[in-house]
């Protein structure tokens, strides 16, 4: 597996237009690998996440492939004097040991599933809309994942919502409701085995539009 970051120069119109739609953002993505390195393998599948900073923002994505980003930086970035860092992703994945307690960043997609009609059989996925209701998801999440969120001050566990957002737009002529939600917290490894597998597959759905991608850097 690869983790590649490349900055965005939102100054372009380019960069404003992928921005501006997860759809777009998901096909460049995709454009990066040739199509026989676009579909998941036992190791991994691509995930991608747009970071938002103060004086950055920032393209991660996670691949079993190395990407060519030339398209993006043509697009995107600044061609005359920045393209794309990529690392292997082998010596995070194995240094995750039971115990262990990162910082972690997750762009998701907090929903529920309900019937489509009283008393059908048929179910249709709802987006949570509350911070409330969008924490719960993840803290009952977290154990299948191969983690828990300590608590911290105030005997609270440690997580924030940093940026909620609802995205509205079509995919094949049918109109579309994304929800996301993006967590920062510390958490604390309770099974390495099913945390590599959710740092390399994702967590939730929707990960065709940015969303699964779970980040761990160490406590300063």
Known sequence: MHLTRFEINTARRGARDLLASPQRMHAAVLASFPNHQRNATTE????????????????YILSPHQ????????????????????????????????????????AANPTRSSPKTPGGQ???????????????????????NGFVIPHGIHDVPDLAITNRRTWKFTRDNAPVTLVTAVYEGRLEVT?????????????GPAKGYGCGLLTLTKPR
């Not at 509350?130 to 299948?144: I, P, S």
């Open 44 to 59: 991994g599948r691509v995930l991608w996440r747009v970071d938002h900073g103060h004086n950055q923002t920032l393209l």
């Open 67 to 106: 990407p060519d980003l030339t398209h993006l930086v043509e697009q995107a970035g600044w061609p005359a004097t920045h393209t794309w860092l990529t690392r292997p992703y082998a010596n995070l994945l194995d240094g995750i040991d039971k115990g262990d307690q990162w910082i972690f960043r997750l």
């Open 122 to 144: 048929r179910t249709q996925r709802y987006g949570h809309q509350t911070v409330d209701h969008q924490t719960q998801w993840l803290l009952t999440r977290a154990e299948r």
């Open 191 to 203: 099974d390495p085995d099913a945390l590599r597998r959710a740092l390399t597959h994702g967590i």
